[in-house]
């Protein structure tokens, strides 16, 4: 099998940039597809972040002036992966979240560091390194969508493109004002084009001029096709469903193995799952919760927005503290939902712990140490963390929608009898059906044989990147030039 030249631009990759799942995607999958002939090279932003973990780049070009300012493309590996970085001070180097800054707003100048992105990821594919010719092009999320705008009207050999869309709440629009300064011919400004209802849209623009759009589940994949779901999108997507299809994400299992994870106070596994016990008593410890092996432990580690419904869950809390259950949180996002839950911490010592913050060993110990990790999302294109559960014994107690649906089998009496139930699903999302939910995981955790059957079946699923990975490399073979 001949070996694919795979170009991937993201604005996030684990471990060097992280704000949620895409960057654990774009970080896992180079590895993964390596072992489908694949060869991935990464262009990513030159963050703060990026250029410390690149001290020995070698820089490929050189700009005097890069929409506005100067720019060098540094070429280097870190944590394994093959990095580009577009090294622009002016447009990255500001260290801290990669899209808002300190007050939490958005970079008023986003549109341009993110076309800066585009434009340089859109000169490689159409060869502007010498002796570099990708087959393909993998552009993530709306901070890339202007890659095949800028390649489409640049003419010539190009290679195949493929759009996936890991979140369609975020679509990257801007005032047509700022079309002039984006470099592209006038033609580019229509429906037919990267305009969306009178502004410019990038990840529009990405979908529209893409030779593929994937997403990353099934699910979603069906969802968005809907008015409901379809963020306003939905009539685009239908247009394009003849090549758009939805592949679930895997989880990289090197970096999360209860076997060898640095972060835990005991290591487990599917055969040995009495060492898990012990993590449970130490994140009780570590949160200030009581000492009480046998009160159920909620967990979630999330970002705290509207998208993931927990808002619900905190209206939920005294079901939960009545019924005897603990509560471990770990996120960082809307103040709102912050307070919410640092004042249920505050007044419920020992029962509910929280740390606002982000922090990735703590993710780790969460997950090792709940009996359940909670995912009431209203929307969730994948979901990583129910993924984390699975692998981790927590058993995911999620909203039945998009990639939570396709990942987390409920135990329903027919799941149950089959023995193949992984957790459990609940919908709609509301207050009332989570309270029925969460009734229903503390019964079955009252129930050992049940309990343990749910976690060893979870353990056993296959969540890794194999099966995702092939079938991202067989699209890739297909669009892929013939020369
Ligand atoms: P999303 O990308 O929508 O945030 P995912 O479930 O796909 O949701 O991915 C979230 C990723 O971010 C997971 O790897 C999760 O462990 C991580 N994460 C989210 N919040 C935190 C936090 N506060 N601390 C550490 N890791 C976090
Ligand atoms: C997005 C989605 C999440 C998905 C992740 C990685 O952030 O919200 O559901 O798992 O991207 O694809």
Redesign the pocket.
């Known amino acids: 099998m001949k070996k694919l030249q795979l170009l991937a631009v993201a604005s996030e990759i684990f471990p060097l940039i992280?704000t949620?799942?895409?960057a654990?995607v774009v970080g896992a999958l180079p590895a993964a597809l390596a072992h489908e002939d694949v060869k991935v090279r990464t262009v990513v932003p030159g963050y703060p972040s990026v250029m410390a973990a690149l001290p020995k780049g070698k820089a490929l070009r050189t700009f005097a002036e890069f929409f506005g300012g100067p720019a060098q493309l540094i070429a280097g590996k870190a944590a394994g992966l093959d990095i580009l970085a577009l090294d622009a001070p002016h447009l990255f180097g500001r260290p801290g979240n990669p899209y808002s800054g300190p007050d939490g707003r958005d970079w008023p100048d986003n549109w341009r560091r993110f076309a800066a992105l585009s434009r340089i990821t859109a000169d490689i594919a159409m060869g502007a390194l010498p002796g570099y010719r990708p087959d393909v092009v993998h552009a993530h999320d709306w901070q890339t969508g202007l890659t095949f705008a800028y390649m489409h009207f640049a003419g010539g050999r190009r290679p195949g493109t493929v759009m996936t869309i890991h979140?369609l709440a975020f679509q990257g629009q801007f005032s047509p004002d700022l079309f002039p300064l984006l470099g592209l011919p006038p033609e580019a400004l229509g429906t037919d084009g990267v305009e969306y209802y009178g502004a410019i849209g990038y990840l529009k623009a990405g979908l529209h001029y893409a030779d593929r759009i994937t997403t990353v589940s099934p699910c979603y994949a069906a969802e968005i096709r809907t008015p409901e779901e379809g963020m306003g999108l939905d009539g685009l997507i239908r247009g394009r469903s003849g090549v758009m299809s939805g592949i679930l994400n895997g989880i990289d299992v090197d970096e999360w193995n209860p076997e060898t994870d640095r972060h835990l106070a005991a290591k487990f596994s599917a055969t040995d799952v009495a060492p898990r016990a012990l993590n449970k008593s130490a994140l009780q410890s570590f949160l200030g919760l009581d000492q009480d092996a046998t009160a159920p432990l909620f967990g979630i580690?999330?970002?705290l927005t509207w998208?993931k419904g927990l808002d619900l869950l905190l209206a939920n809390v005294p079901n939960l503290l009545s019924q005897g259950a603990q509560l471990a949180v770990?996120?960082?996002g809307e103040p709102g939902i912050e307070g919410g839950f640092r004042a249920a911490a505050a007044a419920n010592p020992g029962r509910i712990g929280c740390v606002i913050?982000?922090?990735?060993g703590?993710?780790h110990r969460v997950l090792a140490g709940s009996d359940a990790v909670l995912v009431p999302s209203r929307f969730e294109p994948?979901?990583?963390?129910q993924l984390?559960g699975l692998r981790y014994g927590a058993i995911p107690v999620v909203a039945r929608v998009g990639g939570l649906s396709d990942t987390v089998i409920d135990a329903n009496p027919a799941a149950l009898g089959a023995g193949v139930a992984t957790g459990l699903q609940f919908a709609p999302v509301t207050y009332e059906m989570m309270r029925v939910a969460l009734e229903r995981s503390i019964g079955l955790y009252r129930q050992p044989d049940i309990w343990n059957q749910l976690r060893a079946n979870g353990m056993a699923s296959d969540v890794s990147w194999r099966d995702p990975a092939r079938r991202y490399a067989a699209m890739f073979r297909e669009i892929a030039p013939a020369d």
Do not use: F, I
């Open positions: 992280k949620g799942g895409l654990d979140n580690v999330t970002r998208q770990l996120g960082t913050g982000y922090d990735e703590l993710a994948c979901g990583l963390t984390y």
